[in-house]
């Protein structure tokens, strides 16, 4: 009998593959995650293992690093399942995978298809990775976003200096970056499962272990001065924990304080040393006086981001420059009654500009009195670029035009208002005829230019129109009008005449053929988007059925 692993996170995904693979009378079992598989391979070795590619606790990529070249499962067939094939392309082809079977209607079907093929050993040698189950699935903006997005994170977290380990609930390693292999003096196929608590030893063993305990959503640390021994190196620890509706975890930041140790220790709890680290921290650092609420330290890195002197600072109040000024008049760090306040704002620089932060707010007592030390970072580039993301999600990339999505949340707010205002709308709904045959004649680039023809005509239409891309060779146009008589009759007859001179100047050497169809919004009977792109859409295919060269 023919031994299976499958392994998913999702309950109902397991249930269904272990149900239709058992009555094929396969021997199967199944993991929620990468980690609780991997413990799975020492006791039960399959023949084919079925893998979730987005998991968490080890997602697919990782597993198959970490069973890689490993001696019991030579023979073991690998068969990535993902909910992102279509979107992924060729990423799923991880060393020692055989297949991808998309996540779709007929899931079953292929996995009980792929698992024959591979039981009988007449699975297609091609050299290549195939994807099964695409039919009927289509790629989705926001899953291409996402996967673009784990991307840069990837980039990110490879590149850092510091070590970044990601523990399960037993303290197991389910993530480390390079850095943190590099530390830990294995591979990181090799960290991977390993209890994190087994590099330290003695009291450090025992200091890490009580601050994980102690899990309760506050980030800890051990800090430079507090330093413990990791892998014979000392660093200094940030314990950040992360809690989803499916696991609770923790990130650690390992930074390796092994060269600057002996100089820490001769300098440390002298003022030198305080005001060396003080003036070189790439974040701004400002003490506030809580009976006072005066601003009496700041180092270079504030100013620098204020763009003001020292004095100047000290001058402050800080709930004029950092903190928003309460109704209540009390400080907001100390109404949370916590130690730490994190959070994000905006403020303004001497100069006038908005600047975002990201803002840590620590109470703390010195020599008797209260305190609060501010630190803060100038994250207005990324802000810059989460706009960019957000106005990425609803524009299509190739034409730059609105997207479908883009165009359904404008068009919605523009019929409410013309059904407030009594305003009339039209909605000319576009199809190219010939981009098959343009694709097939002359290749897909000669197509999207076609497409970005096409847009640049309907952008010319008038600004004030919203315009969009709805996909593939569908294009749509809602008008306001301005009083202007005859509406349909009149925009079509507009939309032929562009047609006309953009045909004229024979940019492309083919003509540009478009079928469309116009129909007028009328909020005495008010209805829906969709409902009037359905309107429109029937009188563009009485246009295409019209034109006798046109197979419809």
């Not at 082809?93 to 079907?109: D, N, Q, S, T, Y």
């Not at 903006?141 to 037993?170: F, P, Q, T, W, Y």
């Not at 890490?208 to 892998?231: C, E, H, P, S, W």
Request: charged share 25%.
């Amino acid at each position: 009998m023919n031994k299976i692993l499958i392994v998913d996170n999702n309950p109902v995904i397991r249930k269904m593959l272990s149900s239709a693979l058992e009555k094929e009378k396969y021997q199967v079992e199944c993991a929620e995650d990468g980690l609780s598989a991997f413990d799975f391979l020492d006791r039960f070795v399959p023949d084919i293992i079925f893998l979730d590619l987005i998991m968490p606790n080890i997602n697919g990529e990782q597993f198959c690093q970490m069973i890689s070249g490993r001696k019991s499962l030579e023979h073991t067939k690998i068969v990535v399942i993902s909910g992102v094939a279509v979107e992924a392309g060729g990423e799923y082809e991880m060393k020692g995978v055989h297949a991808c079977i998309a996540k779709g209607p007929h899931l079953v079907r292929h996995v009980l298809d792929v698992a024959r093929k591979l039981t009988n050993d007449d699975f297609p040698q091609t050299g290549v990775h195939q994807v099964f189950g695409t039919e009927d699935l289509f790629p989705r903006e926001i899953s291409k976003e996402l996967l673009a997005a784990n991307r840069h994170l990837k980039v990110v977290l490879n590149n850092m200096s510091e070590g970044i380990i990601e523990l399960a609930a037993d303290h197991r390693i389910i993530f480390a970056n390079p850095a943190a292999a590099k530390l830990a003096g294995m591979a990181q196929e090799k960290l991977l499962a390993s209890d994190f608590t087994q590099f330290f030893s003695g009291n450090d063993q025992i200091r890490v272990i009580d601050l994980l305990k102690r899990n309760d959503g506050i980030q800890l640390q051990i800090t430079d001065n507090d330093a413990v021994i990791f892998n014979q190196q000392q660093v200094a620890l940030n314990f950040l924990p992360v809690h989803d509706r499916e696991s609770s975890t923790v990130v650690v930041i390992i930074k390796d304080i092994s060269k600057t140790k002996i100089a820490e220790e001769r300098l440390r709890e002298t003022k030198e040393y305080l005001h060396s680290i003080f003036n070189s921290v790439q974040a701004g650092i400002i003490v506030i006086d809580v009976e006072t609420n005066t601003i009496i330290d700041a180092n270079p890195r504030s100013l620098e981001l204020f763009g003001i002197t020292k004095q100047d600072m000290l001058s402050y109040d800080c709930r004029d420059l950092l903190c928003p000024r309460p109704e209540e008049g009390r400080c907001p760090v100390l109404l949370e009654g916590k130690t730490t306040h994190l959070t994000t704002q905006s403020v303004k620089k001497r100069n006038g500009q908005t600047m975002h932060i990201l803002k840590t707010a620590t109470v703390c007592m010195i020599n008797g009195s209260r305190y609060i030390i501010e630190s803060f970072l100038d994250i207005t580039e990324q802000k810059k670029l989460e706009n960019k993301l957000h106005s990425l999600s609803i524009t299509d990339e190739l034409t730059g035009l609105l997207n479908r999505r883009g165009f359904m949340m404008m068009a919605k707010k523009q019929l409410r208002i013309a059904d407030r205002n009594q305003g009339k709308l039209f909605l000319l709904f576009a199809d190219v005829d010939n981009l098959k045959w343009v694709n097939d004649t002359y290749g897909h680039d000669i197509g999207d230019m076609l497409l970005v023809n096409v847009a640049k005509l309907l952008a010319s239409f008038r600004r004030s129109d919203i315009i969009a891309r709805l996909g593939g060779d569908e294009f749509a146009v809602l008008l306001s009008d301005n009083s202007r008589a005859g509406g349909e009759k009149k925009i079509s007859e507009r939309f032929e005449s562009l047609l006309y001179e953009e045909n004229g100047k024979k940019d492309l050497g083919f003509p540009i053929e478009v079928s469309f169809g116009v129909v007028a919004y009328d909020n005495y009977k008010p209805c829906e988007i969709d409902e009037l792109i359905a309107k429109a859409d029937k009188l563009m295919y009485l246009s295409k059925k019209s034109k006798k060269n046109i197979d419809v």
